[in-house]
């Protein structure tokens, strides 16, 4: 049986400073060498010129040596990582009647998050919800700006709802609750959101135990070094390396599936292929993520997502001291330290962080005055990939948020002014003339629509700032793959015997995380988990309704 089953544990953002660390990104960790792949720089956007290397990984290993294995280990399926997609990947394999093999860099299960979007599940037919399914691809797409690839998006827009029927009947001791949003599940104790982290983590816990159960073996504290090879460049196998220094090889005689996390706690990978992280403050309470599986696949002769990549840079979860105050979204008026107003607040979420990224200290301010429940719990801020964190208690989340200095109160504007650090005389000239496009119901310096110009006077006393700074939850690109979860080469075609699931898989995300599939990191996870088991064992076209009744 596995290699330290019985140290395995979990790891969550729980573990981070409360919600702080409770990120949105998946994070299944494995692997552990630094240096990595090496990729074509002209085809995966990590610039180099000919005949010389910028990136580590540009450099690839000498092959570990055959009279360095000290352990030969025969299966069907490799699972590298064993975090959200990796524990799906194990159980629905394991189900499948494969002899299944996970090396696992932690001695524990490690991922983020709490909540999984799917389309169609049962939960979801029953709550009587309906969607067009063309219609949010359509979304989806114009979020990407034509760098995804469709086929392997509509994976997931197709088949999330009986991946998710199928999680849910082998965890039968947690009951999902559908969320407002209809396509979203999260899970509870008691009905009580403060408890959606660790309960998440209990969940993949039990997925964890179900694929132990049917016979998968777990090797922790085993990192995954290097992918092995047969002379056609068909991926057959992967070496591991042992707590003692040690090599065991796991020969995959039906595909090594990467399930190993993103790239953002390798600040040379952010360099490359999401420089605009650099210098955010992460939110990873325990920083694995450093692109392990990306690397090995480019030596082995994979290609990546082209930079810049997809990410998940947030005001929420935060990792300030204070913790989360409501509303991020909402377009009210946002200062910086200069007191200067400096953009459209109405744009997208993730467009609201990236503008804030290039402020003056990372920082900004939403200012409101007194009437901010006037129209906050009425939600009707209509951008398309935004949200305002509303609150199912707005007044009781206000005061929390209050007491614990995440909203700053002052009865006059120059104190507000003084208790944020905000320059005043900056602050009360753009204050000024915000009222002023106020009172015409046009914003004449920044377009937000004049509706929501009039909602958003600062007339009247007590006044609120909510100062809000960038955190790095995920970057979302990873290696190309096809509708199969096949690892593609540099000419696009399968490199055989490689599957990505998860944040190592690219092929999906293009210019903007689509916030209006809320859950859709996990749900892509979860989903192309289980269908990049199946893919390698030729059952993709089968039902997976079938599985745990083999």
């Known amino acids: 049986m596995a290699t330290g089953i019985s140290r395995r544990n979990f790891i969550t953002g729980a573990a981070f400073a409360g919600a702080a660390a409770a990120v949105a990104g998946v994070a299944g960790c494995s692997n552990g060498t630094t240096g990595s792949g090496a990729a074509d720089a002209k085809t995966d956007g990590a610039a180099s010129t ?8 540009e450099t690839k290993p000498e092959a570990i040596k055959e009279s360095d294995i000290a352990e030969t280990i025969d299966a069907d399926i490799c699972v590298v990582g064993f975090g ?30 709490w909540c999984v979007a799917s389309y169609n599940s049962k939960l979801f037919l029953d709550a009587g919800k309906t969607y067009d399914l063309p219609a949010i691809y359509a979304d989806f797409a114009n979020l990407s700006n034509g760098r995804d690839n469709p086929k392997v998006v509509w994976q997931f827009l197709n088949h999330s709802g009986e991946v998710i029927d199928y999680i849910i009947s082998q965890t039968p001791d947690f009951t999902p609750i559908l969320l407002g ?18 309960q998440f983590a209990k969940l993949l816990n039990a997925i964890a135990d179900k694929a132990v159960e049917a016979g998968a073996e777990v090797r922790y504290n085993t990192p995954a070094v290097q992918l092995v090879q047969d002379e056609s460049g068909r991926v057959t196998g992967v070496v591991g390396q042992n ?94 330290v200069n007191g200067e107003r400096f953009g459209n607040e109405n744009l997208g979420y993730q467009s609201h962080v990236t503008q804030v990224r290039f402020q003056p200290e990372m920082t900004a301010f939403q200012i409101i005055d007194k009437n901010w429940d006037q129209h906050a719990p009425k939600g009707d801020y209509p951008h398309p990939n935004s949200h305002s964190r509303a609150t199912a208690d ?78 790095m939850l995920v970057t979302c ?48 996870a979860w989903t192309f988990g289980v269908l990049s088991a199946r893919s390698a064992l030729g059952m993709l076209d089968r039902p997976i309704s079938e599985l745990g009744s083999l």
């Open 243 to 336: 707590e003692d220094g040690t090599y065991v090889q796991v020969n995959a005689a039906k595909g090594v599936i990467l399930c190993t996390g993103d790239t953002s706690d390798d600040e040379e990978m952010l360099e490359a292929y999401c420089p605009i992280m650099l210098g955010v403050t992460s939110l990873h309470g325990y920083p694995c993520n450093t692109g392990d599986g990306h690397k090995m696949a480019l030596w082995a002769g994979a290609s990546m997502d082209p930079a810049p990549h997809t990410m998940m840079m947030h005001f929420d979860p935060t990792w300030q001291h204070e913790g989360n105050a409501p509303y991020s979204g909402i377009p009210w008026l946002r200062v910086n």
């Open 394 to 471: 707005p007044a009781k989340d206000w005061q929390s948020a209050l007491d614990r200095g995440a909203i700053i109160q002052a009865d006059t504007l120059e104190e507000l002014a003084d208790k944020c650090g905000i320059d005043k005389s900056n602050f009360l000239a753009t204050v000024e003339r915000y009222n002023e496009l106020v009172d015409k119901g046009v914003d004449e310096d920044f377009g937000v629509d004049g509706t929501f110009m009039t909602y958003n006077g600062i007339k009247e006393a007590p006044f609120f700032a909510i100062k809000r700074m960038p955190g």
């Open 181 to 198: 949003s209809g396509h979203t599940m999260g899970w509870y104790i008691n009905n009580d959101m403060a408890t959606r982290y660790d």
């Open 50 to 57: 000919e005949g010389k290397t910028r990136w580590s990984w």
């Open 84 to 113: 959200s997609s990796g524990t799906t990947c194990a159980m629905a394999a394991a189900q499948s009647g494969a002899k299944v093999v996970v090396l696992q860099k932690m001695d524990k299960v490690v991922t983020n998050g």
């Open 477 to 524: 690109g990873g290696l190309t793959i096809n509708e199969k979860l096949e690892v593609l080469n540099q000419d696009g075609t399968p490199l055989g015997g490689l599957y990505a699931a998860g944040n190592a898989s690219g092929s999906y995300y293009g210019d903007d995380y689509p916030l209006f599939i809320t859950g859709g990191s996990h749900g892509r």
